[in-house]
T-cell receptor, first 107, second 115 residues
């Protein structure tokens, strides 16, 4: 069993749809990160969470520490949101990464 | 602009050859990391370094070597002992310390293929 799991593995949506990507983890963490990897491979950090909820533009990230679960929501999705979204947890000094969710938003 | 620069973007390795991937950062970060990404898998840690002249093995260090002679640079050598080197390699850096934001900053990656 992987320490960090994500669902779904792949997701196709129509432009404008509300999208949810889930992350579950089995290790103790000090923080959880959501990352976005563009088709070219570059990775950018979207959020760092240790509790509650954060919002940035059309992106919302929540975390439930007791249930060891986090969700990333995208409102009013757009084709430029197409990317791989990666959940990563900080366990001690290092990070453990989920396998990623590949999102395709169709116009 | 501050950031992490990886080079080359694409690299080809012949059988029995060692190749070196470059990673340079001007963010003044103490910690640097090398990850390997394979299709359908999460990033896996190869090596990391928290300070100059010191580095630690990650989960999949066999067949790889690193050096950290300067704070800005953390090159990764893929040796001939690595039998399946074809992958996407990502370098990252982060600040350390009590006030560090725990955020890693990533380079654009190097795609390594075997000829």
């Amino acid at each position: 069993k992987n320490e960090v799991e994500q669902s779904p593995q792949n997701l196709t949506a129509q432009e404008g749809e509300f999208i949810t990507i889930n992350c579950s983890y089995s290790v103790g963490i000090s923080a959880l990160h959501w990352l976005q990897q563009h088709p070219g491979g570059g990775i950018v950090s979207l959020f760092m969470l240790s509790s509650g909820k954060k919002k940035h533009g059309r992106l919302i990230a929540t975390i439930n520490i007791q249930e060891k679960h986090s969700s990333l929501h995208i409102t009013a999705s757009h084709p430029r949101d197409s990317a791989v979204y990666i959940c990563a947890v900080r366990n001690g000094q290092n990070f453990v990464f989920g396998p990623g969710t590949r999102l395709s938003v169709l116009p | 602009d501050g950031g992490i620069t990886q080079s080359p973007k694409y690299l080809f390795r012949k059988e029995g050859q060692n190749v070196t991937l470059s990673c340079e950062q001007n963010l003044n970060h103490d910690a640097m990391y090398w990850y390997r990404q394979d299709p359908g898998q999460g990033l896996r840690l190869i090596y990391y370094s928290q300070i100059v002249n010191d580095f630690q093995k990650g989960d999949i260090a066999e067949g790889y070597s690193v050096s950290r002679e300067k704070k800005e640079s953390f090159p990764l050598t893929v040796t001939s002992a690595q039998k399946n080197p074809t992958a996407f390699y990502l370098c990252a850096s982060s600040p350390v310390g009590v006030l560090a934001k725990n955020i890693q900053y990533f380079g654009a990656g190097t795609r390594l293929s075997v000829l």
